[in-house]
């Protein structure tokens, strides 16, 4: 049974397609927002971009917490 935060997200990764999904997501985000900052030339619509992308990337992070928070839970009981 996973007990560290680490082990929890592991498991989640393996078995809860929701988890996956959203950590997919997030890397993908994470990836397109290196491309937006590596480029030596940014107009106004990558800054755009840019800070969408963050917020997205937060939302994500964020939904995740909730499910590791709600499965720490589930297993102090």
């Given at each position: 049974m996973?007990?560290?935060t680490?082990?929890?997200r592991q498991s989640l990764l393996a078995e809860d397609a929701?988890?996956?999904r959203l950590a997919e997501e997030h890397l993908r985000?994470?990836?397109q927002l290196e491309q937006i900052?590596?480029?030596s030339y940014r107009n106004s619509e990558?800054?755009?971009r840019e800070t969408n992308l963050k917020k997205q990337k937060l939302r994500l992070k964020d939904?995740?917490?909730r499910i590791v928070a709600s499965r720490?839970?589930?297993m102090a009981h």
């Open positions: 996973p007990t560290t680490h082990d929890i929701e988890f996956r985000c994470e990836m900052v590596k480029s990558d800054l755009l939904e995740m917490e720490q839970q589930l």
